[in-house]
């Protein structure tokens, strides 16, 4: 058996607060992080993530709430009494120790047995490929091979929990990109919980079963990452899930309904719209129309910048004052400062109140752009 498999534990977060003076930099956080799952805390620096993650690890003093681990309260336990092993952005390696050294070192300050270290060492190192470089000390590593050490390091520990703070920061991407493959083929191989924080939402996306999206010391959403894209609960969400970022038309009140503020024709696209409502759509589901067809769907914008990728261009357009995003596949052909017509099909299109909260059930009217 998987070291640790035996022994996975799931966390709640219950009603969680932390507060420094009158500051809550983590305000009435709420979740659960499934046994043998891996969570990401996700959002912007200053957001409260990595608060959070040391709210469950011990290493700062719940303010208000609980936090559990497979039922048992530890909001007042010993960080080394909870049975869980902890990842730094900044790798935390002893620069005098080696490779071997600085992964059995907690295995040794707790009195392991020497051939117990050196049996589990030689399985972590296999496991993360580290076996030829044991003898090695952390400044002849390059910085993906300091991050399979500090990775080494908490698996050695064999606890059935991981808390992992912005690992792959310090990166290059590339590097980045390999590092998260092999951490999340680790977490399913031995089965262990893992909570994940990152500002990176790429990240996010391509590792998590469950995201809690956080903004200012709160929750905005917590979903699976499919969740997340396809159903954003905020305008928050929406624009920081998605690259690029999800489009956030303003809407007015018009004959019939909401339409995009700016659009010269006043078409209605939605049946009814209250004051400071926004209209969300991505960027991949508007389609260019160009102008000099006949063909008069949508709405009428003007090309003001062009970013070709390779795969795909974005295009930039302005409609009034608003401007729309459209990521086209190939290389547009559109020259700057013409007239083109946007339009998206209707299950596309996400609605936000005046408080950025997602509306659902709401009657499109967007066949009038066909």
Not at 6 to 20: A, E, G, N, P, T
Not at 25 to 36: N, W
């Amino acid at each position: 058996m998987s070291p640790g498999r035996d022994r996975v534990s799931q966390i709640d977060v219950l009603s969680v607060s932390k507060l420094w003076s009158d500051t809550r930099a983590v305000d009435d956080v709420s979740f659960t992080v499934e046994k043998g799952s891996l969570a990401v805390l996700l959002g912007p620096s200053g957001c409260g993530k990595s608060t959070t993650l040391r709210l469950i690890a011990g290493l700062e003093e719940v303010s208000e709430g609980a936090v559990r681990i497979a039922g048992d309260d530890v909001t007042r336990k010993d960080p080394a009494k909870r049975g869980v092993s902890m990842v730094f952005q900044s790798y935390a390696l002893f620069p005098h120790l080696s490779v071997a050294e600085n992964i059995v070192f907690g295995l040794k300050v707790r009195k392991v047995s020497a051939a117990d270290r050196a049996q589990r060492l030689k399985r972590v190192a296999t496991l993360v490929g580290l076996e030829a470089l044991l003898h090695r000390r952390p400044a002849q590593l390059s910085g993906g091979q300091r991050q399979r050490v500090a990775l080494a390091r908490a698996i050695v520990a064999e606890n059935p929990i991981c808390l992992m703070d912005e690992p792959l920061s310090n990166l290059d991407a590339k590097l980045r990109v390999e590092m998260r493959a092999e951490i999340r083929a680790l977490q399913q191989r031995l089965g262990i919980t893992m909570v994940y924080v990152t500002h990176d939402q790429t990240e996010a996306m391509s590792m998590a079963d469950r995201v809690m999206l956080m903004n200012a010391g709160r929750l905005e959403q917590v979903g699976s990452p499919h969740d997340l894209y396809e159903r954003p609960a905020t305008a928050f969400s929406a624009q920081f899930v998605g690259t690029p970022p999800m489009n956030l038309l303003r809407l007015r009140s018009v004959d019939g309904g909401g339409a995009v503020d700016g659009d010269p024709e006043g078409r209605p696209i939605i049946r009814r719209v209250g004051s400071g409502w926004r209209l969300g759509v991505r960027p991949e589901h508007v389609e260019v129309i160009d102008n000099g067809t006949d063909d008069d769907r949508g709405l009428s914008s003007v090309i003001t910048a062009l970013d070709y990728h390779g795969a795909d261009t974005v295009v930039t357009l302005r409609l009034g004052e608003q401007e729309i995003l459209a990521r086209v596949a190939g290389r547009f052909r559109g020259a700057l400062g013409t007239q083109a017509r946007v339009r998206w099909s209707d299950g596309d299109a996400h609605v936000f109140d005046d408080n950025g909260r997602r509306q659902d059930e709401m009657p499109f009217v967007l066949s009038k752009q066909a």
